[in-house]
């Protein structure tokens, strides 16, 4: 029987010293060593005539050589070897630095290949130092790989190509189902290795490389899905008695049926065996804290506690102060936990958590530090999770036994996407806003308007109601955006001179930032100018004003949050963009935000217009490494596999059919690196 899988040093051309050296690129199995992928090709295969060569860029032509190269012997060490090769129309001069070996393998009058940078000198085409090839070998394309010390891509070409063959002697299943291959159209995997390490042309190459990636995001999707219900053991808390109605009815207002909906699906998954592990979306206004606080009030009344993180003090301040109003007279006793209390007040707080006096925990970072200690923290809240990592959110749950946790997300992300990124939680959305909402109107201007965009201000701060100003930078920098300090300042002074005026930015101390937005939220201050801290979470209903200097700077989902500030009242609210840049990218962004107040479509839109970056954040550190496919490249492949996954899952939850067998593999491969603690069997 052979050994499984086949010691790297047996492979024919490895040997030990190459074992080592594969070593360092990270190649540990013959497995590793199939997929290791060449890094990019010289292409061969499509040959230019030489009138037609640019110069500048990289080619291939196959041209007769003049006479045998001429020695130039230049300085001491520096010998050139010249030449010309024509293709019977034009002509390119070819010269070889210090090789005489390659020199010497060029003859008169004998036609080659010639691959390489092509530049112009005087007037005529030249190459310096071509990959050269005989005229007749069918070399199509070359791979080029990362390379170490000691290998050459030649070396690794070779050692690959008996890789394969002994790779598939050995017949291990293949990850791709044969009726999603077919159903996708996709390459047999023999030949989508084979093809990507030795590629005819670049029409195969490009078949290989898609049917390889589809299998690495295929695996992806199916292991994230899977891992929804795997490892989480049993929820050490459990609600017994559903109290979320008694707290519902205790609101002023009515929820909607989206909150209601929501709210449901907690309750059961805190009702069941496993602990919850859901992401609420729901866009800006929507109404999520209210969700929270539901399942807070239930956790309390069956005794436990909870923990809710914010991302900045602020918010965990903001959200202090909301579920105190809303837990009132419930007997359920809520502390605040932020960098910026006294260590004897720090202290206080903690005692009360680890003695379980008190029943819920609000705060920043603060949470997460080692002697903060519950009692029995059955329920942690994270709002606004894409700015914490999965770590983050890991650390607070090692607190509890188990617990069960909420994500809450203001940025919307399409669906394809969160599937991807929070494919291992259950996702609720909150697609409804509360009653009475009026869409927020918003406008592009340019600065010529700043005179009546002010006025316009100042009429809403007659009537009683309240604005924004927003700049994204905090001191003059040397791009000349508005500063947020000399900007308020400024306005303070002259044009608002007769109105409360205050300054928000991220460089001020906790405790000044909680003055100045209690003094905000109070009614105090009427025009608050500052930079990107109110982007999330603050609510300040009597809002109606938002103002966005230097508009171009943001990004779509960035500028919708910001927007989200204003309009969470009855009022009818609006959003100026302010913006010089009249780029057709700028435009069209600007555009969209005044056409929609849907943050789904926005998403929608900013994927497409800059791609996924910006929603996976530190997320994407959680996630398996990834070979060949890459998600902010590869989108149109992940949507074909998130639909693959859900039918191969549907059809067959634990994939233990016989189909299905490479596929589980391949998962428990892909994850089993970072996530050593998972088992798919
Ligand atoms: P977000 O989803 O952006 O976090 P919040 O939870 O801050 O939204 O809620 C926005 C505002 O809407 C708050 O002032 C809140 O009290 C209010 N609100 C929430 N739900 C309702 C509802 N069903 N009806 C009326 N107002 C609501
Ligand atoms: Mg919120």
Redesign the pocket.
């Known amino acids: 029987m052979k050994n499984y899988p086949v010691p790297l040093k047996y492979i024919k051309g490895v040997g030990e010293k190459r074992e080592q050296l594969l070593k360092k690129l990270g190649i540990s199995s013959l497995y590793d060593l199939v997929h290791f992928y060449p890094r990019t090709y010289l292409d061969f295969s499509s040959l230019t005539d030489i009138v037609s060569i640019v110069p500048g860029t990289v080619c291939a032509f196959s041209a007769v050589v003049g006479y045998d190269p001429i020695e130039h012997k230049i300085r001491k060490g520096m010998t050139l070897y010249k030449t010309i090769a024509t293709d019977g129309i034009a002509g390119v001069h070819i010269t070889i630095f210090n090789s005489k070996y390659l020199a010497d393998s060029l003859k008169q009058g004998q036609e080659y290949i010639f691959y390489g940078k092509v530049t112009a000198q005087n007037g005529s085409l030249e190459m310096a130092n071509p990959i050269i090839e005989a005229a007749d070998s069918e070399c199509g394309m070359r791979a080029v790989y990362p390379l170490t010390a000691g290998l050459t891509s030649k070396i690794l070409s070779k050692i690959i190509g008996n890789a394969l063959t002994a790779y598939f002697e050995e017949n291990a299943p293949v990850a791709v189902p044969d009726s999603v291959r077919s159903r996708y159209n996709l390459a047999h995997e023999q030949f989508a290795l084979r093809t990507v390490h030795s590629p005819k042309n670049q029409g195969d190459l490009a078949v290989a490389k898609r049917s390889l990636i589809f299998e690495e995001l295929l695996t992806l999707q199916v292991g994230m899905r899977r891992l929804k219900n795997h490892t989480r053991g049993k929820a050490s808390l459990t609600i017994a008695e559903d109290f979320s109605g008694e707290f519902i009815s205790s609101l002023p207002?009515?929820?909607?049926n989206a909150?209601s909906r929501v709210i449901a699906e907690c309750i059961r998954d805190m009702q069941g065996e496993r602990p919850m592990n859901r992401l609420v979306q729901?866009?800006?206004?929507?109404?999520?804290?209210?969700v929270a606080a539901a399942l807070i009030y239930t956790a309390a009344k069956n005794g436990m506690q909870s923990a809710l993180m914010a991302p900045t003090e602020i918010l965990a301040r903001q959200h202090y102060e909301?579920l105190k109003k809303l837990c009132q007279g419930s007997g359920i006793s809520i502390e605040l936990l932020t960098g910026s209390l006294t260590p004897k007040a720090k202290k206080e707080v903690k005692e009360r958590l680890s003695s379980g006096a008190s029943h819920l925990a609000v705060g920043t970072h603060a949470l997460l530090t080692e002697d903060t200690q519950f009692n029995n923290l059955g329920l942690i809240v994270t709002?606004e999770q894409h700015r914490f990592g999965v770590n983050q959110r890991g650390t607070l749950s090692s607190k509890g036994n188990n617990p069960h946790t909420l994500v809450?997300s203001?940025t919307p992300i399409p669906r394809t996407l969160s599937l991807i990124i929070y494919g291992d939680l259950d996702i609720s959305i909150?697609d409804e806003l509360?009653?009475?909402r009026q869409k927020i109107s918003t406008y592009a201007v340019d600065t010529s308007y700043r005179k009546r965009i002010y006025a316009f201000i100042k009429k809403h701060l007659d009537m009683g109601l309240q604005a924004y100003i927003v700049c994204p930078a905090v001191e003059e920098g040397e791009n000349g955006l508005a500063s947020a300090t000399e900007y308020a300042e400024e306005l303070s002074k002259k044009e608002f001179s007769s109105y409360k005026v205050g300054l928000l930015h991220g460089k001020m101390k906790a405790k000044e930032k909680d003055e100045v937005m209690s003094r905000f939220s109070s009614g105090e201050i009427q025009l608050l100018v500052s930079t990107t801290v109110v982007e999330v979470?603050v609510?300040v209903?009597n809002a109606a004003v938002m103002v966005i200097e230097n508009a171009e700077s943001f990004g779509l989902s960035q500028l919708h949050q910001l927007r989200?500030r204003v309009g969470?009242?009855t009022v009818k609210s609006y959003c100026v963009l302010i913006s010089d840049n009249m780029s057709e990218g700028v435009r069209s962004r600007l555009d969209i935000m005044c056409k929609t107040n849907d943050g789904f479509a926005i998403a929608d839109k900013d994927l497409e217009l800059r791609g996924p970056g910006d929603f996976f954040g530190e997320r994407q550190h959680g996630l398996p490494e990834l070979n060949i496919a890459s998600l902010t490249e590869n989108m149109d492949i992940v949507r074909e596999t998130a639909e693959a996954s859900e039918a191969i899952l549907k059809d067959d939850p634990l994939l233990k059919k016989q189909e299905n067998l490479g596929l589980r593999l391949a998962v428990r491969r892909l994850f089993y690196d970072k996530n050593k603690h998972i088992s798919f069997n």
């Open positions: 207002f009515t929820l909607t909150q729901g866009d800006v206004g929507s109404g999520k804290t209210v909301t709002d809450m203001a909150i509360p009653k009475g979470g609510d209903p989200g969470r009242g």
